[in-house]
C-alpha cells in the first residue's frame, strides 16, 4: 500500500485527535482558569464559547477558502496557528487576549474537519472510504477519552493550566512532521491547484446528507442536554448520578466507533445509518419509561452506541452519489451538523416550556431522530426512480 496515503490518512486521524483535545477539556479548565485569572466561573466558561463559535465560523470558511489554498499549505498553516496560538496562551498570561487565541484556534480546527474529509474522500473509494471516515469518529472518541485524563493528571500536579493545552500541541507537531514528509500527490496530480477542479456537482444525495445530519444532531443534543434535567426530576437522582448517565453516553461511544468501522465494511452503509437512528430514537422514548437508575444507565449506554458515529457516516452517504468529492460537499455537511448543535439548546427549551416537563427534551429528539429516518427512507426509494428517468432523458 502507498505510504504516502498512509501519512495522509493518519494525519486525518490525528485532527481529529486534535479536535477532541481541544473540546472535550473544556469542562475540566474552566475552574482553573478563573482561579489563574481571579475571574468567575461562569466568565470563565463564557470564554470558551469563541473557540466553539470559531469552529462553525471555520466549516463555513473552508468552503471558500479551499478553493484559492492548496491543502498542503492548508495543513501547514494550520499546524503552524494552531502551536502558535497554543504557545502564546502559555506565555502571554494576558485575560484579555484569551478569547483572541481561542478564536483561532476554533477557526483552524473548523477548517481542518473539512481538510480531513476531502483527504480521505480522494485517497479512498469504496467500503475503505466508509471505514476510514467512521475511523476518523472513533479518534475523536479516542481523543475524548485520553485528554481529558491527561488533564486530570496535569491539574492534579498543581501544574499550569496551559499545559493541557500544550499537550495536544504535541499532536499538532507530528502533524506537521508528517505533512512535510508528504507529497498531497495523491489528493491531486497537480499539486500546484487548490482543492477544487471544475464545477462542483451537487445532488439530491448531498442534499439529503445535510439535512438528516441536521435532525440526528439536533435529537442528540436534544437528549443529552435534557436527560441529567429529566433525571433529577421525574427519577429524583442526584446530580452526580445524573452526570454519569452522561458519561455512560460518552462512554461507550468509542466502542460503537470501533465497532462500526469492522460493521460497516459489511453490510451496506445506509442499513448501518437507519439502525442506528432508528436505535437512538427509541433509547429517547425508553428513557420516558424507565424508572431505577440501573435501566437508565443501560438505555444510556446504549443510546451512546448508537450514536457514536453518526458524524462523518452522513459525510460518507453523501460523497457516494458524487464521482469526485469536493471540499464544498464536505463543508455544506458539517456546517449542516453545526448549525443543529448550535440551535439545539433553544429549540428543545422552547418545547419543553410548551409541555412543561423536561421529558419533551426527551421526546423532541426522538422526533428529530424520527424525521431523519423518514427522510433517508423516502431518499432511498425516491432517488433510484429519479436516477432511471435522468439517464432516459439523456
Known sequence: MDSDKLRLSLICILIYVVIAGFVTQIGLLTGPIASAYNKEVTSATAIFSFLTGGFLAGTFAAYFL???????????????????????????????????????????TGISTCIAGIVIGRLWEAKKRESFFIG???????????????????????????????????????????????????????????????????????????????????GKY????????????????????????????FGTALIGSLAGVYIVAKIRIIYFICSAISI??????????????????????????AVSVLYNVFVVYGLNFVSQPSHKHISFIIVSSGIAATIAPYSSSV???????????????????????????????IYPVLSARDQRVN
Open 136 to 218: 476518523l469518529d472513533a479518534a475523536y472518541n479516542l481523543g475524548g477519552v485520553f485528554f481529558p485524563f491527561v488533564t486530570t493528571y496535569i491539574l492534579l500536579r498543581q501544574l499550569p493550566w496551559a499545559y493541557c493545552l500544550l499537550a495536544v500541541a504535541v499532536f499538532v507537531v507530528i502533524i506537521l512532521f508528517l505533512s512535510l514528509q508528504s507529497s498531497f500527490t495523491n489528493i491531486n496530480p497537480d499539486n500546484n491547484l487548490p482543492a477544487s477542479q471544475g464545477k462542483v456537482e451537487w445532488n439530491s444525495g448531498i442534499v439529503i446528507a445535510g439535512v438528516s445530519l441536521f435532525l440526528v444532531i439536533h
Open 280 to 305: 437512538g430514537a427509541l433509547c429517547g422514548l425508553l428513557f420516558t419509561f424507565a424508572y431505577s437508575y440501573a435501566t437508565t444507565l443501560l438505555i444510556a449506554a446504549t443510546f451512546g452506541l
Open 351 to 381: 418545547f419543553v416550556e410548551w409541555l412543561g416537563n423536561p421529558v419533551a427534551g426527551l421526546y423532541a429528539g426522538s422526533l428529530s431522530y424520527f424525521l431523519a429516518f423518514s427522510v433517508l427512507l423516502l431518499h432511498v426509494n
Open 222 to 249: 436534544s437528549i443529552i442536554l435534557w436527560l441529567p434535567q429529566y433525571a433529577q426530576d421525574v427519577l429524583a437522582l442526584g446530580p452526580e448520578e445524573a452526570g454519569k448517565l452522561i458519561s455512560s453516553v
Open 66 to 108: 479551499l478553493d484559492y489554498i492548496r491543502i498542503k499549505s492548508m495543513v501547514l498553516g494550520y499546524g503552524l496557528l494552531l502551536i502558535i496560538s497554543v504557545s502564546s496562551i502559555s506565555f502571554i498570561e494576558n485575560y484579555s487576549v484569551l478569547p483572541i487565541f481561542l478564536g483561532i484556534i476554533g477557526f483552524v
